[in-house]
């Protein structure tokens, strides 16, 4: 085997490097409730956003682990360009 075809062989092998910026980036979920926080995977939360069908202007929701409520993100720019603030429910 000739040295350029076994450094391609070797290159082949080699995985490409995991752009894992997005999949390490957070949204910060605050209860509406007992203002608990969570802190959930930004891809989790696209994920959520692509599959519902609702009201667009409302973000994806979770439930609170301590008390049950619902919670809203401190910060999100949805999917579809719609921002959300936990400024906009407290007041």
Do not use: W
């Not at 608990?36 to 609702?54: K, Q, Y």
Request: proline share 8%; with cysteine; glycine share 8%.
């Amino acid at each position: 085997m000739s040295p350029v075809s076994k450094k391609r062989r070797v290159a082949k092998k080699k995985k490409k490097p995991h752009n894992g910026l997005r999949s390490q980036e957070i949204v910060k979920y605050i209860c509406l409730q007992c203002s608990m926080t969570e802190e959930i995977p930004l891809n989790v939360v696209r994920n959520f956003d692509v599959m519902d069908d609702g009201d667009p202007t409302v973000p994806p929701q979770f439930s609170c682990e301590e008390c049950g409520g619902g919670m809203y993100p401190e910060y999100y720019k949805g999917v579809h360009g719609d921002e959300y603030k936990i400024g906009d429910v407290r007041k």
